[in-house]
């Protein structure tokens, strides 16, 4: 009897997103000549494959291998060399998609990242509807797909993205964690690397279900007493990590931003400017929260053929002003001269993040003493107190997205 998912996934608060493919999606996601070939992302004849489309893995290419090697494997791949700037890019704009549904985000790498959104449930909906809104925006935003497994436990919902590859969705609720794992290979368990698994092979161990029902004692002398219980509790589904709120070693949090992807393409300069204050004002809002100003500020503009370009501004002195990183951010779209171009999607960020109580703000002559920064304030205040649609611009009352 199929699972009915959006119900099953109440009891599965722990999202394992797993972008496909990363790399290689992100290296032709512009370049549509090469979405029906194989194509492989990485260095010269002497390096190695950084990543390879699905296509591509139907030829027994794989991450880490050769380059040598994949051009024998399939002579008629594509190769395509690496832009880490772009990648790192994306990353960190996916990761802050992510922190918009819920703080507890802990990224494993540039494209995977545990959820726990056991407190975003009755704000969003079931963590599967959560799920599909996720996919659906990292899409639209970004062009690319993900799979999101989902589970009780941050083990079984890692193995259940790799079940969903891809572009899917699995939902393992804990009625059918062993359903799901016995049958395994004991070499997807997390913790059993390939020497691991070989061993455990030469016992006659060679699914997860055997591990599960063979006993501790034969199974600490093959492994040893530590990773013998870790092993026999993750055979049985039980796993006591919880997903800690964690910024990849490669994004620090040196930066905010935030990204709309308009619900129609847009050429109305008024509704682009009143986006950019929307954005201005959210991402400044979460700075004064933390803390923190930046003096660069980046304004991110993709156009409806998902052609995407950014520009940025490094001011004199660092701000959390609304008003003022709004200013900077228009005037990036200004000097880009565009006529009636349609944009798809527009984004603000501001850069090289310092502790706010370091910044001396110096008053320009015949600046007020009092300003943008204390009517900020006082916005953060009533927001706080009354929700969000309390205290607004102007400009934003009569201006719904598109």
């Not at 941050?154 to 790799?162: F, H, P, T």
């Not at 049958?183 to 070989?198: Q, S, Y």
Request: charged fraction near 25%.
């Amino acid at each position: 009897m199929p699972v009915d998912e959006e119900k099953a996934s109440w009891d599965c608060p722990v999202l394992h997103v797993d972008m496909d493919a990363f790399y290689a999606s992100v290296a032709v996601r512009d370049r549509p000549e090469l979405h029906s070939v194989p194509v492989v992302v990485g260095g010269g004849s002497r390096g190695v494959v950084l990543s390879a489309n699905y296509l591509a893995r139907t030829y027994g290419v794989r991450s880490a291998m050769p380059m040598t090697r994949a051009r024998r494997l399939c002579p008629n791949a594509v190769v395509v060399s690496p832009s880490f700037e772009t990648f790192e890019l994306v990353s960190r704009s996916v990761m802050e998609t992510f922190r918009q549904v819920t703080p507890v985000v802990e990224v494993l790498s540039l494209d995977e990242a545990f959820l726990d959104v056991s407190g975003s449930v009755r704000r969003l909906g079931s963590p599967y509807s959560i799920a599909e809104r996720l996919r659906a925006r990292i899409y639209d935003e970004q062009g690319i797909t993900c799979s999101v497994g989902m589970a009780a436990t941050v083990a079984v919902a890692k193995l259940a993205s790799r079940r969903a590859k891809p572009d899917g969705v699995l939902v393992v609720p804990p009625s059918a964690v062993t359903t799901f794992l016995h049958p395994l290979d004991v070499g997807e368990l997390w913790g059993v690397g390939e020497k691991t698994a070989e061993l455990l092979h030469r016992l006659g161990l060679r699914t997860v279900g055997d591990v599960a029902h063979v006993s501790q004692s034969t199974l600490q002398r093959a492994v040893g007493v530590g990773l013998a219980h870790q092993l026999h509790q993750l055979a049985w589904g039980e796993d006591r990590r919880m997903v800690t709120a964690r910024r990849g070693h490669d994004e620090p949090d040196k930066s905010m931003g935030a990204d709309e992807t308009f619900g129609r393409d847009t050429d109305d300069r008024a509704v682009v400017m009143r986006e950019i204050l929307r954005l201005s004002a959210k991402v400044t809002m979460r700075m004064r929260a933390a803390g923190v100003a930046g003096r660069t500020v980046t304004l991110k503009v993709r156009f409806a053929d998902f052609t995407t370009i950014t520009r940025s501004r490094t001011r004199s002195e660092a701000t959390d002003v609304t008003q003022e990183v709004y200013r900077t951010a228009t005037d990036l779209f200004t000097a880009l001269g565009l006529q009636r171009a349609r944009i798809r999607l527009v984004g603000v960020r501001v850069e090289g993040l310092v502790p706010r109580g370091t910044v001396q703000r110096q008053l320009m002559l015949g600046e007020r003493e009092h300003g943008w920064s204390e009517a900020d304030v006082a916005v953060d205040r009533a927001t706080r107190r009354f929700g969000g649609a309390a205290v607004r611009p102007a400009t934003l009352l009569g201006g719904d997205r598109v």
